[in-house]
């Protein structure tokens, strides 16, 4: 039992470097996605910003020209400050960013590459989402396996109160050379013993290891609706940004036709300046919400794999060989 208690304790540490491993993955993949995140919705800005610079060149030429009066030039003005303002606020972001990614990871981002979609691996319902993550989630293998090393505890707290019977056997002979005879003698011994009492400790002993499993055991049950409740989240923020990516691409598209149309129906006269910039803030926004529900969706994704323990998998890594239980155990990879 002893021996038992301690597999189940080796493993149990093993899931644990396996529930680390899992977790570090998940805040290494958030910092390096909110890099890029920021990135994308600094070069955004840039293109508000140049969108809003070729207004008031254009602006500027018709009011020397006469064509405009003074004051709509100074409401582009007031919006050109804004928009410079918006890049100062991406580009701390970009470095807020960075520093956080800087602490997780230990240096500075280099050439980050924008990670392709993992939505094929993922599953298809969330009742099957759940399943997995029962199943495999290795903080909850790391529950069972304490509660299996309390339950081998109890055994050998148990065996204590039983008698104990220890039997020897004894033989021994003799063989003479000038004595044409042998002596032989056996002697057996079987002597129970029973610890009447010793100041309850072995009666405390065994109460205690019935508290300890009882104690792992809500462990793992409050560890099980944890890793339920988050998969859940985690599965309906994913479906959610899903709908949104798919929603907001119809967006992007649509006010992407309606500035390009202002623009052109200005050029001739038929709106004005503000309609135009207003249509093309509309769709800077427009990509600017994209680019956050896509990233939105992607680190959702990531949660979904990490629910169920699959996420060092899923981004091409390996755990560290202690987080393998036969490692763990026998200290060498089982071949």
């Known amino acids: 039992s002893e021996v038992e208690r301690s597999e189940a304790s080796v493993r149990s540490q093993a899931y644990l470097i396996q529930g680390t491993s899992e977790n570090l993955a998940l805040q290494a993949a958030r910092v390096y996605l909110n890099v890029l995140r920021n990135v994308e919705l600094h070069e955004l800005a840039k293109e508000n910003l140049a969108n809003h610079e070729r207004i008031h060149d254009q602006m500027k030429l018709r009011k020397q020209s006469g064509v405009d009066p003074g004051a709509d030039l100074d409401q582009v003005l007031g ?78 707290a148990r065996r204590i109160m039983y008698p ?79 709908d949104r990516v798919a929603y907001l691409e119809e967006y992007v598209k649509a006010t992407g036709l309606t500035a390009e149309a202002f623009g052109k129906q200005w050029n001739i006269g038929r709106r004005t300046m503000f309609d135009v910039l207003d249509t093309q803030a509309e769709y800077i926004n427009a990509k600017s919400d994209l680019v956050k529900a896509q990233y939105e969706k992607l680190y959702a994704e990531y949660r979904v794999f990490n629910g169920m323990g699959h996420l060092v998998k899923a981004l091409g890594l390996q755990w560290p060989a202690e987080a393998n239980p036969e490692v763990a155990l026998t200290g060498a990879p089982q071949k």
Do not use: C
Request: no cysteine.
């Open 164 to 242: 104990k019977l220890d039997v020897a056997v004894d033989y021994k002979w003799l063989t003479d050379v000038d004595i044409p005879r042998r002596q032989e003698n056996l002697v057996a011994t079987a002597v129970l013993s029973f610890n009447v009492f010793n100041g309850l400790r072995n009666k405390a002993r065994y109460d205690e290891t019935l508290h300890l499993i009882s104690e792992a055991q809500e462990i793992m049950n409050s560890t099980q609706r944890q890793v339920v409740q988050s998969m859940r989240l985690s599965w309906e923020a994913y479906k959610t940004a899903q």
């Open 79 to 156: 919006r050109l400050a804004l928009a410079q303002s918006n890049m100062v606020v991406t580009q701390t972001n970009i470095a807020d960013a960075k520093t956080d990614y800087q602490a997780l990871i230990g240096r500075l981002p280099e050439n980050l590459v924008k990670p392709s979609a993992v939505n094929a691996d993922l599953p298809t319902t969330m009742d099957e989402a759940e399943k997995l993550a029962v199943l495999h989630y290795p903080i909850l293998k790391s529950a069972r396996a304490d509660l299996e090393a309390r339950q081998k505890q109890h055994d050998t």
